[in-house]
């Protein structure tokens, strides 16, 4: 489950929102260990929240309405951000598509190998083929998509991260060696400059491409930007603080930066 929101007909970005929903379908939570307390304490540290209000702010301030594509469910359900099979790195720690640990290595489901397959095929392939065919959409109304990932981390490291050691700045940007030029993270690094330090793939790295263009279309760009949760809410879990706005703000600004015909120069 997710919802697309339509943008102008000539922007060529697309908002992201993969992890701020709580949502769980009953098959998903028939198949989860935690009792209701537990599973509420699990959601709290693993949901990105309120970067839907985030994103939905940034997109209704900007001058060129972006496109934006939400899941509505939450990544407990299916991770629509990881490989479904073993090129993930994240499957080591029970946290690839379907994950069965927990965020501190607890067990979250069984090992069961049919329920994950009905969860890849229930959501993860769905979503990722409307993502498909928004960046798609994108592609013939104007020749480029740009894809914003709205993403958020928690201060404190969280013992199933793998690159825990890393700086933990206030704006994590992601980027890809094919897909992020640097006049996208050049103009993330302006927009942001004011939230506080600005770290390049610390301590969460690269950024999602649908799997049909990675590698493969360099008119296809994208960056995630990864806030650190304490700039905009009470962690774990809680309200967003007055530092809110101001995230929402750079991300306009990234956005209006990005969506002109002057962003990407003639090659
Ligand atoms: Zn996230």
Not at 75 to 94: Q, S, T
């Amino acid at each position: 489950m997710y919802a697309q929101k339509p943008g102008a007909a000539r922007s060529a970005v697309v908002l992201h929102v993969p992890h701020s929903s709580r949502t769980l379908t009953p098959a998903a939570r028939g198949s989860i260990l935690l009792d209701d307390a537990a599973l509420s304490r699990e959601l709290d540290h693993m949901t990105d929240a309120h970067t839907d209000l985030i994103a939905a702010r940034a997109a209704a301030a900007a001058t060129v309405t972006p496109w934006t594509h939400r899941n509505l469910l939450s990544r407990l359900v299916i991770d629509p951000e990881r490989f479904p099979d073993e090129r993930e790195e994240m499957r080591a720690v029970g946290m690839g598509a379907v994950y069965t640990r927990t965020s501190h290595g607890g067990r979250l489901r069984p090992d069961d190998p049919d329920h994950e397959r009905e969860l890849l095929a229930a959501h993860f392939v769905p979503y990722a083929a409307a993502f498909t065919r928004l960046v798609d959409a994108r592609l013939s109304a104007t020749g480029r998509a740009v894809v914003i990932d709205v993403h958020s981390y928690p201060a404190r490291a969280l013992p199933y991260e793998l690159h825990s050691a890393g700086a933990r700045p206030a704006i994590c940007l992601g980027t890809d060696d094919h897909h992020t030029p640097p006049w996208l993270l050049d103009a993330a690094r302006r927009a942001f400059a004011d939230c506080g330090e600005i770290g390049l793939n610390t301590p969460f790295a690269g950024c999602y491409v649908p799997l049909k263009h990675y590698d493969r279309n360099p008119d296809v760009s994208a960056l995630m930007i990864e806030i650190r949760r304490d700039v905009y809410m009470t962690e774990p879990g809680g309200a967003p603080t007055d530092g809110l706005p101001a995230v929402a703000r750079a991300l306009t600004a990234l956005i209006d930066a990005v969506s002109g015909p002057a962003a990407r120069p003639a090659p």
